[in-house]
């Protein structure tokens, strides 16, 4: 079974930057992976923001493309999501995920089987 820990999150006003980390234990590494980051506001449905496949290919929902970069790290079972120019509207649950058997590593593919809790990000004006 994969586990998958989310930290990193908190406030920060409007054009600051936050770097959301998470710890992947699976059965294999995470580079076998496509691995990924959603986000979801109360009543609202959650989307994909960030992916990145295995060999390092990544896609990005539009509204965050250039400001946000997803990213693994070298030695470790760990994937990143580096935020800058960070708005008020990416206030949000933010999510770590990922799946080994998908149609497309996309933030509109997947589908993702495996979730981490969530961490928080906020975002002041």
């Known amino acids: 079974q994969e586990q998958l820990v989310e930290s990193g999150g908190g406030s920060v006003q409007a054009g600051g930057s936050l770097t959301l980390s998470c710890a992947f234990s699976?059965?294999?590494?995470?580079?076998?992976?496509?691995m990924a980051w959603f986000r979801q506001t109360p009543g609202k449905k959650r989307e994909g923001i960030a992916t990145?496949?295995?060999?390092?290919?990544?896609d990005y929902l539009d509204s965050v493309e250039g400001r946000f970069t997803i990213s693994k790290g070298n030695t470790k079972n760990t994937q990143y999501l580096q935020m800058n120019y960070l708005k008020p509207e990416d206030t949000a649950m933010y999510y770590c995920?990922?799946?080994?058997?998908?149609?497309?590593?996309?933030?509109?593919?997947?589908?993702?089987?495996?979730w981490g809790q969530g961490t928080q990000v906020a975002v002041s004006s």
């Open positions: 699976g059965r294999t590494s995470v580079n076998f992976y496509c």
């Open positions: 995920a990922a799946t080994r058997y998908f149609r497309a590593c996309t933030v509109t593919g997947g589908p993702f089987d495996s």
């Open positions: 990145i496949r295995s060999d390092g290919a990544t």
